[in-house]
């Protein structure tokens, strides 16, 4: 979330994070989740699509799914649509129609004025209840934040009451994030899948997995399924295995001792670059930079924070109260330090830092 003053900022309400997993399937939960901390018309915005990288990323996926699943002349219904640009491409690139839903959606609600041939619903899915029927339902970057998905993945596939249905899921990868300093372990996050506890759960909700694998440098893991549908995919030997449980359970293990270990290493880099006068700036404002904070710099020494999406241009931050502004900002701040913690969007900051005639060292938590 991001807030209009810095005193309703530092205010922001907090939440308790505690993980377990399943030695079974290595699925992650925070255990003390309490979904009355989650305000759904809180004062949010994650849009990615103002980065160059992500949109180039979504329109070739968005090539792929539509070689692979068969959406032509079918309905698609999109569950946590944002602000809609990934299903109106989908919709034109594919040449089928979508409805999507989202409680953040601020467009024009109903058919989309560019005729892609997708409609859109300011609200949540009604799950388990009138959603319209599809033929392919599409879920990014949704079913970590629900409470049971389980039960959410249970109800899309008794919603095809016999019909053959595919699906298309996008997650976080766990496997990348609890190998590492963990910055994507959020509040709002109930769930963290790697690829064998998602294929695990798909199954058990009655889903059968056709293809699965990590995207966008391995962050990112999708996966797709069906029901009542006819030849399983060729691709499905490719799923992971017990293997791939056994390494991510010994990412788990290694958790806590290295994400502390990273948040020390963090508040310690940020001193030095301070002490030496490095102005150092964070550059991203999503999840991932909104934890490095809390955890580095509670208290604001860092010469600015940036973010490519207007808008969160001037507005604060939770709990350390970090004011937010443009790229151009850093015209007048000249840092020599740039932390991002997304290496994905490395080469698009260094181009923007270039052209704003910034020399600075980049470097990624």
Known sequence: MHWAGQAEATASPVGRVVLAYCPSCAYVRNVVFDPALIDPAGPTDMNLYHSATFRAFCSELIAEVSTRLPLTGRRVVEVGC???????ELCQVARCSGVGYDASYTGPVGPDPAGSGAEFRSGPAPVGGALPEYDVVVSRFVLEHVEDPFRFLVQLREHAAGREVYGHFEVPDAGYDLATAGWEVI???????????LCRIAERAGWRVERTGPVFAGMIRYIEVSANAGAASDDRAATPDVRARDRQLTAIEGF???HFAERDRWRETIERLVAADARPVLWGAGSRGVQLLNYADPDRRLAAVVDVNPAKWGRYLPVTGHR???PRQLTEVAPRAVIITNPVYRDEIAKSLAELGIVADILEA
Not at 82 to 88: D, K, M
Not at 187 to 197: A, E, I, L, R, T
């Open 187 to 197: 509040y709002p996050h109930v769930s963290y899948f790697d690829g064998y506890s």
């Open 82 to 88: 944002a602000q809609g640009e990934f299903l109106r």
């Open 324 to 326: 937010v502004d443009g």
């Open 256 to 258: 806590t001792g290295r």
